[in-house]
């Protein structure tokens, strides 16, 4: 079983010998390998059970270890550098040619980002490597936002979790790529489509893969609970099943529900951050229960509620006996 610890300098040892380590940002756990070994690179994969043509974040701890990276960075990638960064944005631009393609999925490209969070961020001061860091969990599963998570999802398939507490944030980093004429958002994230586009102006918005644009998050079955999982516009106690053990999750607490279910509310006042921050903590609580099915609500599409609904559906699907859903 991976083990727990607190100790930056057990962690920096374990990444140098290239073997794996969970570590915290302030989105997610991260499974952290050093970017620069192919074989460390290939033992996150392999912990994960992801496909080889999902690319990896790359996550540095200055700003100026970008340009190891990326081969070009335009001016719209340094102006939100500037605002957002450290923090829960990705870059997706065109790599250097030393960079390998097993972190890129065999594309052109190579994500980045500059994780905040105190922990990682002195750990990264201590090393002379970034770290690949998808989230600590395996392929497609709920991702983890506390080091017990990681316990629960990969279990004996990595030595090592450093331990930084709860994730602040809760939901993984905006993508935004930069490979063409116009930035485009891949997936998303913590910093919303409106924060974006305040800053750069418009962008485009495909959350599809494509043979040319990948990135983590894009599956269509993603941050799935193993616990069978329905998503709903609008909660009716009307629709929910009598004879089954259910979870029940929504953006506020609710008055009228099933009084059998295990109930979840992600913000007492509708606080979409604080949803985000409770989203995948609840699911990962629901998932122990030995539900027969857990039912969340979706939110308001709009702003940070994008982000929270991206992760409903792909974590679910629509619930059979309720039509409302568009």
């Known amino acids: ?29 991260g499974l952290a390998a050093n970017a620069l070994n192919d074989d460390a690179v290939k033992s996150v994969f392999e912990a994960k059970q992801r496909p080889a043509d999902h690319p990896l974040i790359v996550h540095i701890g200055k700003r100026n ?4 990276w990326a081969e070009d960075v335009p001016q ?5 550098i500037e605002v957002f960064w450290p923090g829960p944005l990705t870059l997706v631009l065109p790599k250097k040619s030393a960079v390998s ?19 990682l961020s002195e750990l990264l001061s201590k090393i002379d490597f970034a770290l690949v860091a998808p989230s600590a969990n395996a392929f497609t599963h709920i991702s983890p936002t506390c080091a017990g998570h990681v316990v629960r999802s990969l279990n004996d398939r990595i030595p090592l979790v450093l331990d930084g507490g709860q994730c602040t944030v809760g939901i993984e980093s905006t993508i935004v790529a930069f490979n063409g004429d116009k930035p485009i958002i891949l997936r998303h994230g913590a910093i919303s489509i409106e924060e974006i586009t305040s800053v750069i102006g418009e962008v ?4 599809a893969p494509t043979k040319e644009l990948r990135a983590p998050g894009m599956h269509h079955v ?21 004879n089954k053990k259910i979870g029940i999750i929504t953006l506020l607490p609710q008055v009228d529900i099933y009084p059998n279910a295990s109930y979840r509310a992600l913000s007492d006042k509708g606080d979409l951050k604080q949803a985000a921050r409770h989203l995948y903590q609840f699911l990962h609580e629901l998932d122990q229960l030995e539900l027969d099915m ?20 792909r974590a679910s699907q629509p619930y059979p006996f309720n039509h409302q859903e568009k």
Do not use: W
């Open 1 to 29: 079983m991976a083990r727990i610890t607190q100790d930056i300098e057990e962690a920096i040892a374990a990444l140098k010998d290239n073997l794996p380590v969970a570590v915290p940002t302030e989105t997610v756990y």
């Open 65 to 68: 270890d970008l340009y190891n």
């Open 76 to 80: 719209q990638a340094k102006q939100l």
């Open 101 to 119: 393609t097993l972190i890129t999925g065999g594309l052109d490209t190579v994500a980045v980002r500059m994780p905040n969070h105190p922990i």
């Open 204 to 207: 485009e918005v495909t959350t």
């Open 222 to 242: 993603h941050y799935a609970p193993r616990t069978i999982c329905y998503r709903v516009d609008q909660l009716h106690s009307t629709d929910l099943p009598f």
């Open 294 to 313: 857990i039912i969340i609500e979706r939110v308001e599409n709009k702003n940070q509620g994008k982000a929270l609904n991206d992760r409903i559906n």
